[in-house]
């Protein structure tokens, strides 16, 4: 969006205005997915997960569930993400899930390594861890 300015020399200018962000509300939480995930950083267990606009699986190491610092009512889950087939690159790296956006969620029997001890005092966390990796 653009606006004009009137200067005090009586020329005027064409300046940019930032456009208002739009706040997304959070996706309806999915307590069976938070259970799930909690379960998974328990015994210490890959998930398989789809997020929407996925075509194959990815395979996610979860360390911690928590409520967004940014809104409380918005769900994440966080660790290491070991394996996306629907982008190249992406494979070996942290990442952020919004939990109720998640279209499909399994446990695997494949065991994990936490690459990163969970520093719960991070401010990212705020507003209130529901469970995290504990080892280590």
Do not use: W
């Not at 940019?16 to 997915?33: G, H, N, Y």
């Not at 001890?117 to 504990?134: L, P, Q, S």
Request: hydrophobic share 35%; proline share 7%; aromatic share 8%.
């Amino acid at each position: 969006m653009r606006r004009v300015v009137n200067n005090p020399f009586g020329t005027s200018k064409l300046t940019r205005t930032s456009t208002p962000k739009i706040e997304v509300p959070p996706a309806p939480r999915r307590l069976d997915f938070e259970r799930l995930l909690c379960d998974a950083i328990a015994k210490e267990k890959l998930v398989s997960l789809k997020y929407p606009g996925d075509i194959r699986a990815r395979e996610f190491e979860p360390g911690v569930v928590f409520h967004s610092s940014k809104n409380r009512d918005k769900i994440n889950v966080g660790g290491c993400q070991i394996i996306n087939p629907n982008e190249i690159g992406e494979n070996m790296t942290p990442h952020y899930f919004e939990v109720g956006k998640i279209v499909s969620l399994t446990v695997t029997d494949k065991p994990f390594v936490v690459r990163e001890r969970i520093d719960i005092f991070d401010a990212r966390y705020a507003n209130g861890i529901i469970c995290y990796f504990k080892k280590g």
